[in-house]
Antibody, heavy 121, light 108 residues
Framework: EVQLVESGGGLVQPGRSLRLFCAAS????????MHWVRQAPGKGLEWVSG????????GYADSVKGRFTISRDNAKNSLHLQMNSLRAEDTAVYYC??????????????WGQGTLVTVSS | SYELIQPPSVSVSPGQTASITCSGD??????ACWYQQKPGQSPVLVIY???KRPSGIPERFSGSNSGNTATLTISGTQALDEADYYC???????????FGTGTKVTVL
C-alpha cells in the first residue's frame, strides 16, 4: 500500500523557519515526481512546489519562490520542504503527494493526511 | 497568471447527473485532472489525463476536455458523492501546476 506521512508542522512566529518532512513507502520512490500542496483554512488547493524523480526539475509557486526550498532523499524515501521567512498567509494544511512526471498534469495520487502549519505571533 | 475557473456550487438530486465545468485558456491543449475532497479528508484523484479513472473510482465518474473547458460528470449521483471538486492542469508558461477554484457539490 502506498503511504505518505507528513510531519514537521506546528505553530511558528512570522519571519521564522520550519521544515516539513514526508515519509514515503509502498512504491519505488525514485521513479516519481513529488509535490507539496497546501490548503488554507476554508480555502481551495494551492500547489506549492514540486520536484522530479532525480531533482533535475524543480518548481515553485510565485507565492513561495525565494522563501521555500524543496528537496528529496531517494535513499531514505523522503521529501522535504524548508520554509523560511514565514508569513501569516502561509498558514495552511500542507499535503505531500505523489506525481508522475514533473511538468505533466497526470494526477497527484495519493495524498498524505497533511500537516498543519500555523504562522502567528 | 493562469486561472482555472469553476462554478462555486452545483446541486443535484440523487440518481441524477451532475456536471462540473473548469474553464481556462486553451485548457484542451493540455491534460486536465479532477480531485474529490470530502470534509476533513485529503483530496482523492478521480479523473486523470482528461477522462481516465484511477483504480477504485466508480464508473459513474467521467471526464472530458476540449477547447477552453474540461468537464467532470457524475452519473447517477449518490449522497456519498457530496464533496468539493477541484480541477487541475499544468501551465507551461509559468511551469506551475494550477488548481481550479473548486466546486461544492450538494446532493439534495
Amino acid at each position: 500500500e502506498v503511504q505518505l506521512v507528513e510531519s514537521g508542522g506546528g505553530l511558528v512566529q512570522p519571519g521564522r523557519s520550519l521544515r516539513l518532512f514526508c515519509a514515503a513507502s509502498g512504491f519505488t520512490f525514485d521513479d516519481y515526481a513529488m509535490h507539496w500542496v497546501r490548503q488554507a483554512p476554508g480555502k481551495g488547493l494551492e500547489w506549492v512546489s514540486g520536484i522530479s524523480w532525480n531533482s533535475g526539475s524543480i518548481g515553485y509557486a510565485d507565492s513561495v519562490k525565494g522563501r521555500f526550498t524543496i528537496s528529496r532523499d531517494n535513499a531514505k524515501n523522503s521529501l522535504h520542504l524548508q520554509m523560511n521567512s514565514l508569513r501569516a498567509e502561509d498558514t495552511a494544511v500542507y499535503y505531500c503527494t505523489k506525481g508522475t512526471i514533473f511538468g505533466v498534469a497526470e494526477g497527484f495520487d495519493p495524498w498524505g493526511q497533511g500537516t498543519l502549519v500555523t504562522v502567528s505571533s | 497568471s493562469y486561472e482555472l475557473i469553476q462554478p462555486p456550487s452545483v446541486s443535484v438530486s440523487p440518481g441524477q447527473t451532475a456536471s462540473i465545468t473548469c474553464s481556462g485558456d486553451k485548457l484542451g491543449d493540455t491534460y486536465a485532472c479532477w480531485y474529490q475532497q470530502k470534509p476533513g479528508q485529503s483530496p482523492v484523484l478521480v479523473i486523470y489525463q482528461d477522462s481516465k479513472r484511477p483504480s477504485g473510482i466508480p464508473e459513474r465518474f467521467s471526464g472530458s476536455n476540449s477547447g477552453n473547458t474540461a468537464t467532470l460528470t457524475i452519473s447517477g449521483t449518490q449522497a456519498l458523492d457530496e464533496a468539493d471538486y477541484y480541477c487541475q492542469a499544468w501551465d507551461s508558461s509559468t511551469a506551475n501546476y494550477v488548481f481550479g477554484t473548486g466546486t461544492k457539490v450538494t446532493v439534495l
